[in-house]
């Protein structure tokens, strides 16, 4: 009885170490697969971004992408999934300039067509790297306008201060009206000089 299970443990040893190394070998496969399908698709979509680039610029711009071709809008929808084109370039123009590299273009669709994630997923991901990256640019904008305030307060007190201080050294007859001046002086308006 003891040689009988210690035989089916051995057995059992081998079966799952043979498993183990043919997963391992699957990995190995599936990973050399996605590699193989990863170069293919940027070459897809390096050769695609010359055909969208009409002025030869080295970037596609939003109205190029949006004059798109049929067989190009069917290839990126089959790729990620965007219907619209437009969309697709927004998300992918992350710094809002108007204009895609290739390098960002090939980058952005190659991650969304290999990528595990569920296409929702992944369109959220990409409105949440938007949304921060406006969030950071707002937030330098906002420190900006705050050290400008902060000089522009700077500068007001001390002209508040220099006026001030003009103020208290000025002669108070420079402040009168012509009027208060000849009291001051003791002279009537007529012109005659009154004596005290």
Same mark, same amino acid.
């Given at each position: 009885?003891?040689?009988?299970?210690?035989?089916?443990?051995?057995?059992?040893?081998?079966?799952?170490?043979?498993?183990?190394?043919?997963?391992?070998?699957?990995?190995?496969?599936?990973?050399?697969?996605?590699?193989?399908?990863?170069?293919?698709?940027?070459?897809?979509?390096? @050769?695609? %971004?010359?055909? +969208? &680039?009409?002025?030869?610029? *080295? #970037? $596609?711009?939003?109205? =190029?992408?949006?004059?798109?071709?049929?067989?190009?809008?069917?290839?990126?929808?089959?790729?990620?999934?965007?219907?619209?084109?437009? @969309?697709? %370039?927004?998300? +992918? &123009?992350?710094?809002?300039? *108007? #204009? $895609?590299?290739?390098? =960002?273009?090939?980058?952005?669709?190659?991650?969304?067509?290999?990528?595990?994630?569920?296409?929702?997923?992944?369109?959220?991901?990409?409105?949440?790297?938007?949304?921060?990256?406006?969030?950071?640019?707002?937030?330098?904008?906002?420190? =900006?306008?705050?050290?400008?305030?902060?000089?522009?307060?700077?500068?007001?007190?001390?002209?508040?201060?220099?006026?001030?201080?003009?103020?208290?050294?000025?002669?108070?007859?420079?402040?009168?009206?012509?009027?208060?001046?000849?009291?001051?002086?003791?002279?009537?308006?007529?012109?005659?000089?009154?004596?005290?």
């Amino acid at each position: 009885l003891v040689v009988g299970i210690v035989i089916m443990n051995l057995v059992t040893a081998v079966i799952v170490n043979s498993s183990l190394e043919q997963a391992a070998k699957d990995k190995s496969l599936l990973r050399s697969i996605e590699e193989q399908n990863r170069k293919k698709v940027l070459a897809e979509l390096r @050769e695609m %971004f010359y055909r +969208l &680039d009409h002025d030869g610029s *080295g #970037e $596609v711009s939003r109205d =190029e992408i949006a004059q798109i071709a049929e067989r190009e809008r069917q290839m990126l929808r089959d790729l990620t999934g965007f219907d619209d084109p437009v @969309e697709l %370039f927004d998300a +992918l &123009d992350s710094n809002e300039r *108007g #204009e $895609v590299g290739i390098e =960002e273009f090939c980058a952005g669709l190659g991650e969304i067509a290999v990528s595990d994630s569920p296409l929702e997923i992944k369109r959220m991901q990409m409105q949440v790297d938007h949304i921060k990256h406006h969030l950071s640019r707002y937030m330098n904008e906002t420190e =900006e306008i705050k050290l400008t305030l902060k000089d522009l307060f700077s500068v007001t007190q001390r002209m508040e201060s220099g006026m001030n201080s003009m103020n208290s050294s000025l002669n108070p007859a420079m402040f009168c009206g012509h009027d208060e001046l000849l009291m001051m002086h003791h002279i009537p308006s007529d012109g005659a000089r009154s004596r005290p």
